[in-house]
């Protein structure tokens, strides 16, 4: 009888690690597909409210080796971000484009530790193929704030330089961030789309 009962254990602990294998298996599958569809990259569309924004999600604007430019010659560079803003709704939508630092591109590429100061870049707004506006970036991040009539879209190229007057000061240092646009209500920004 005593042989019996350690038999009958011995197959029921093989049951529960059998079980608690193909729960783990399970458990370990679902977390991998969950993680690739995360990191996917493809260009894809959000909508917030009525404003449906398309643009490329892996895209990070970054600088990296790169040296001081004139405004002239940044507003003239091919290495634009580019996205379009559509209105879907029945009435004009107000919105405010933002950059904001895409901490995870940081994490990844080590440099943490050596941010561009965002008092030493500068940006450009192109909407609808005419340049509407060249500044300094700040640290509140807003580039542009605008409207967008029922049924309309814009279509928009950013793009960020270092300031011709920076120094050799920001020599290596990196600039990585991501664009937001948010729709404003009623003075309001209740809704994000972008980062």
Known sequence: MKKSNKGKLFIDILYVV???AIIASIIAVSYSMFSYSSNNRKKHTMETGTLIVNLDEGESISLLDRYPISDSLAE??????TFTVNNTGTETANYRIYIVDDLEAYQEDSCTDSKMPWNKLRYSVTKNNTL?????????GVLYTTNLASNNSDDYEIRIWIDSTAGNEVAGLHFHSKLVVKAILENRT???TGA
Do not use: C, S
Not at 76 to 81: G, I, L, Q, S
Not at 132 to 140: C, E, F, P, R, V
């Open 18 to 20: 059998i079980v608690v």
């Open 132 to 140: 509407i506006k060249t500044a300094a970036l700040t640290n509140d």
């Open 190 to 192: 209740d809704y994000d």
């Open 76 to 81: 003239k560079d091919e290495d634009a971000y």
